[in-house]
T-cell receptor, first 112, second 112 residues
């Protein structure tokens, strides 16, 4: 199994631009999570899905952030418009056993 | 008070030392406790998974949970340079679709 696949690996963009992060979870996993990691705040949960349905999006910072999971094998996290304070590493994780998460390698986002 | 507190370190030890990593938490309802290891530029990976109070051992690693003190520990025996990483504690309320809450992580460096 290839594990959780995230793209792009790095993203550099200018303030105000739209950013789309992509995630392919491990086949057979029914839960998908988006986390954001910074030195100051650590690993923060943004949103998670069970069976493609958003369960808790209380961690999404504001309306500029949106996430979708159109099917069991794909999810996107979109930021529009992006701001410098959005710069962080964004991780996607999936699982079919609560607590036993498998993380992707992350997307390093830099907003200039 | 944050839900999960973890000393960020860094912690530097010589090869072969016993390492103790700790977290405290405020929510007495947490029942499941995990330790994740994160190498530089990688996503976290699950190291230990425990339920309620007690000890769990896996090779050189021992996880301890003291729910009465709201305190969890990870011990690493005979530490190796390959153990150099950031260790994140995580916990959740139950298995019914709740998400993990992570500590900020402790950075460990083991020198040969």
């Amino acid at each position: 199994d290839a594990g959780v696949i995230q793209s792009p690996r790095h993203e550099v963009t200018e303030m105000g631009q739209e950013v789309t992060l992509r995630c392919k979870p491990i086949s057979g996993h029914n839960s998908l999570f988006w986390y954001r990691q910074t030195m100051m705040r650590g690993l923060e949960l943004l949103i998670y899905f069970n069976n493609n349905v958003p369960i808790d999006d209380s961690g999404m910072p504001e309306d500029r952030f949106s996430a979708k999971m159109p099917n069991a094998s794909f999810s996107t996290l979109k930021i529009q418009p992006s701001e410098p304070r959005d710069s962080a590493v964004y991780f996607c994780a999936s699982t079919n056993v609560a607590g036993k998460l498998f993380f992707g390698s992350g997307t390093q986002l830099s907003v200039l | 008070q944050k839900e999960v507190e973890q000393d960020p370190g860094p912690l530097s030890v010589p090869e072969g030392a016993i390492v103790s990593l700790n977290c405290t938490y405020s929510n007495s309802a947490f029942q499941y406790f995990m330790w994740y290891r994160q190498y530089s530029r990688k996503g976290p990976e699950l190291l230990m998974y425990t339920y309620s109070s007690g000890n769990k051992e896996d090779g050189r690693f021992t996880a301890q949970v003291d729910k009465s003190s709201k305190y969890i520990s990870l011990f690493i025996r005979d530490s190796q340079p390959s153990d150099s990483a950031t260790y994140l504690c995580a916990m959740m309320l139950n298995q019914a679709g709740t998400a993990l809450i992570f500590g900020k992580g402790t950075t460990l460096s083991v020198s040969s």
